[in-house]
């Protein structure tokens, strides 16, 4: 299936007091750019997400946004500060000392001072990996389906565009054909105003058609011109990943269409070269919203 490089995915869990929710946003993109903000606690699953979303995303500026919540009361540690306890201590001593005053220090007074005691979660990273993992897959699924749908719709308006240069190409072809038979007709025509056309060497009118045969020929150009429509025809019916490639496929096709417009001596080509141009932007303007 084709699909777009514009979409939305969101994923949440909630399960035993914690809640992890997963936000994926992406936009067009040359290649894969992959911005991730989440909570420092789940920094160390980092590179975990990041290649979660490479292998599935292949393109397109990646947003991603991460929340976590973990409300549980298991798990929790509160870890004193020795040091610093001792340090408050002395120094309540010494007050009662230098100002004469009762020392009723206490255990609890001291806990009181600031960074005395620091209460900290012990996470189960193996648990929280799993969760964030499947969290991020389901946001990616979602993500994917909404890429694939516009993908999908897309891909009815570029067969449409390379249908009408198949159309256009083929009119340049007719035409092609009689543009040498009408140069002909056209110089002898000039010359027999000119001169006595009977007086003239047949051979020499001969070669100058020729001549001009071989430098308006449009015919490798035309051939090139199909081929690439055919395959890229091919390459959108097969699905993405396909966007590199086919920016590749439209840069070829507009220099065939560049030099058909050069060599072609001839109003209704050039006319039709125009058209194909136009038709060739439509794609390639198209073409960088596809993975």
Do not use: W
């Amino acid at each position: 299936m084709l699909r777009s490089m514009t979409g939305f995915g969101h994923s949440e869990f909630s399960e035993n007091d914690i809640t992890i929710t997963v936000e994926i946003k992406t936009v067009n993109h040359r290649y894969t750019d992959i911005f991730l903000r989440m909570p420092k606690q789940l920094s160390l699953f980092e590179e975990r997400i990041r290649s979660l979303i490479t292998k599935r995303i292949q393109r397109g500026k990646v947003d991603v946004y991460i929340n976590y919540d973990n409300k549980s009361s298991t798990g929790l540690d509160v870890i004193l500060d020795e040091n610093l306890a001792k340090a408050y201590c002395d120094a309540l001593k010494k007050i009662a000392e230098d100002l004469g005053v009762r020392d009723d220090i206490s255990a609890t007074t001291i806990a009181r001072f600031p960074d005395i005691l620091t209460v900290e979660r012990r996470e189960n990273d193996e648990y929280i990996g799993e969760i964030l993992e499947k969290t991020v897959d389901n946001a990616i699924d979602e993500l994917i389906e909404m890429r694939t749908k516009e993908g999908e719709r897309l891909k009815e308006s570029l067969l449409s565009n390379l249908s009408t240069i198949e159309k256009f190409t083929q009119e340049i072809e007719k035409r092609a054909s009689l543009v040498v038979k009408e140069y002909k007709e056209k110089l002898e025509s000039r010359l027999s105003e000119l001169i006595d056309i009977q007086t003239v060497d047949p051979a020499r009118i001969a070669t100058e058609v020729v001549l001009f045969a071989d430098k308006c020929s449009i015919d490798e150009e035309l051939v090139r011109l199909k081929s690439h429509a055919f395959e890229m025809k091919n390459m959108l019916n097969g699905g993405s990943p396909v966007g590199k490639k086919a920016d590749f496929l439209i840069q070829e096709m507009n220099r065939e269409v560049n030099t058909i417009g050069s060599k072609a001596n001839d109003l209704e080509i050039t006319k039709n070269v125009v058209e194909l141009k136009s038709e060739i932007e439509k794609l390639r303007e198209q073409i960088q919203n596809i993975e």
